[in-house]
């Protein structure tokens, strides 16, 4: 099993949708969690992180987390073509090391 | 959050030879953390870079080939060693946001094409 997993392949939502993306984790110890967006040819750039379960939100962005089930998703409201990149899940388990999934492409269509 | 200049940018290499790619830090961080990114794939961790002490590397990745320098607390060295074309990738540092807890910023990355 992988440590983090984001199964969602490419996802196209519409201007002003909501982009839903998904991401389960196998340490049950972990206790930060990451959302990175990667525009193509560029280094990722962190957009939220949660510790508690429950829910986060920072302006269009809500990271929503649940520990029982393993599990963190993101949410990108009134999603605009900017929003349009490769959506990475990281989790930070011992030793300060952040497991990364594989990434969820996210295209938002005008 | 730290500002982290990487470089080359990019470069393409020989097979057979090496490469050393810089980060400096504008903060003094302890730990700096080396990924790499294969094409269309995610980051792996290869190394973390401790100040004053060896790189402690991941399964998969081995002193000889990917030498870690850290001398001082704002500045770290990887460099890929007798490189291959398996070695192609965008390689990354990272360094540990403020105060512990705001996750992690990356440089510009390096990408290595080798022929």
């Known amino acids: 099993q992988k440590e983090v997993e984001q199964n969602s392949g490419p996802l196209s939502v519409p201007e002003g949708a909501i982009a839903s993306l998904n991401c389960t984790y196998s340490?049950?110890?972990?206790?930060?969690f990451f959302w990175y967006r990667q525009y193509s040819g560029k280094s990722p750039e962190l957009i939220m992180f949660?510790?508690?379960?429950g829910d986060k939100e920072d302006g269009r962005f809500t990271a929503q987390l649940n520990k029982a089930s393993q599990y963190v998703s993101l949410l990108i409201r009134d999603s605009q073509p900017s929003d349009s990149a490769t959506y990475l899940c990281?989790?930070?388990?011992?030793?300060?090391?952040?497991?990364f999934g594989k990434g969820n492409q996210v295209v938002v269509i005008p | 959050s730290a500002v982290i200049s990487q470089k080359p940018s990019r470069d393409i290499c020989q097979r057979g030879t090496s490469l050393t790619i810089q980060c400096q830090v504008d903060?003094?961080?302890?730990?700096m953390f080396w990924y790499r990114q294969q094409p269309g794939q995610s980051l792996t961790l290869i190394a973390t870079?401790?100040?004053?002490?060896?790189?402690?590397?991941e399964s998969g990745f081995v002193i000889d080939k990917f030498p870690i320098s850290r001398p001082n607390l704002t500045f770290s060295t990887l460099t890929v060693s007798n490189m291959s074309p398996e070695d192609s990738s965008i390689y990354l540092c990272s360094v540990e946001g403020a105060g512990g807890r705001g996750g992690y910023t990356f440089g510009s990355g390096t990408r290595l094409t080798v022929v």
């Open positions: 990281a989790v930070q388990g011992g030793n300060n090391r952040l497991a």
């Open positions: 949660i510790y508690s379960n």
């Open positions: 903060s003094q961080v302890t730990m």
């Open positions: 340490d049950r110890g972990s206790q930060s």
């Open positions: 870079a401790n100040q004053g002490s060896e790189a402690t590397y």
